[in-house]
């Protein structure tokens, strides 16, 4: 392994996709939100620099695979066909997917979504819902936003996202809401490069540390009020 020289400190890279409040999203040019937070704590665990690098989110897994980042925290979820490429921390929070549609809207339930135009985040977990609607027709748009934007506009029929940012961008708009119906609860892990046992462990010890200290709640309350 290679060692930092003289003050410098070891650096540790998250790939984000900073699109996605209240996990990450940007502030000016600052990177703000729960993910932002959990990583700053986990590269002061580990006493190293924490470095943001800012993509899309079908990028991310890539980004970890090839080592252009450490790890991908990004409201990740942790599906079992992304095991293929990418490790998983623990788990450190969980989460549901919802479908926003316009107030008034005849879809009240996920089976209402049969044959209608959804739009989803490129390469989420909504896609992949989306996917299996039948006759359903899927707009992927590089932003959860884009997507929300084309339903108020009435260019698409409802948005699969998942529920923090959906309440997000709901609130800044009128005409749109939230399906009461919540379907697929996931888990939201850190992406970690196949085969790094090492990181994987020191991230779940951090991690561990975070939830048994109360840290890691406090972080979600500063972001999340029920
Ligand atoms: N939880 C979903 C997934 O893992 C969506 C995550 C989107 N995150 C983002 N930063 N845009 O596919």
């Not at 900073?18 to 729960?34: H, V």
């Not at 479908?99 to 959804?118: N, P």
């Not at 490129?122 to 609607?133: F, P, Q, W």
């Not at 934007?149 to 749109?176: R, Y």
């Amino acid at each position: 392994s290679t060692m930092a020289c003289g003050s410098k400190k070891d650096t540790l890279v998250m790939a984000t996709n900073a699109e996605f409040p209240p996990y990450e999203y940007l502030d000016g040019s600052d990177f703000k939100g729960i993910d932002i937070e959990i990583a700053q704590a986990i590269a002061d665990d580990l006493g190293k620099e924490l470095v943001i690098e800012d993509m899309a989110f079908d990028s991310i897994i890539t980004a970890v695979q090839s080592g252009k980042a450490d790890i991908g925290l990004a409201g990740m979820t942790a599906m079992p066909d992304r095991l293929e490429n990418v490790d998983f921390s623990d788990s450190y929070t969980t989460a549901t997917q919802v479908i926003i549609v316009k107030k008034g809207s005849t879809i009240t339930t996920a089976s209402d979504l049969e044959g209608k135009t959804l739009g989803v985040q490129l390469g989420t977990t909504g896609d992949i819902y989306a996917d299996d609607v039948k006759d359903a027709t899927v707009e992927r748009y590089n932003k959860g936003f884009e997507a929300v934007q084309a339903l108020s506009q009435g260019k698409i029929d409802a948005v699969i996202i998942d529920n923090e940012p959906a309440k997000v961008f709901v609130s800044q708009s009128e005409d749109i809401e939230i399906v009461k119906e919540e379907f697929a609860v996931e888990e939201y892990a850190i992406a970690i490069k196949k085969g790094n046992e090492e990181l994987q462990k020191q991230i779940n010890k951090s991690l561990e540390k975070l939830k048994e200290s109360g840290e890691l709640q406090k972080i979600i309350d500063k972001y999340i009020n029920e």
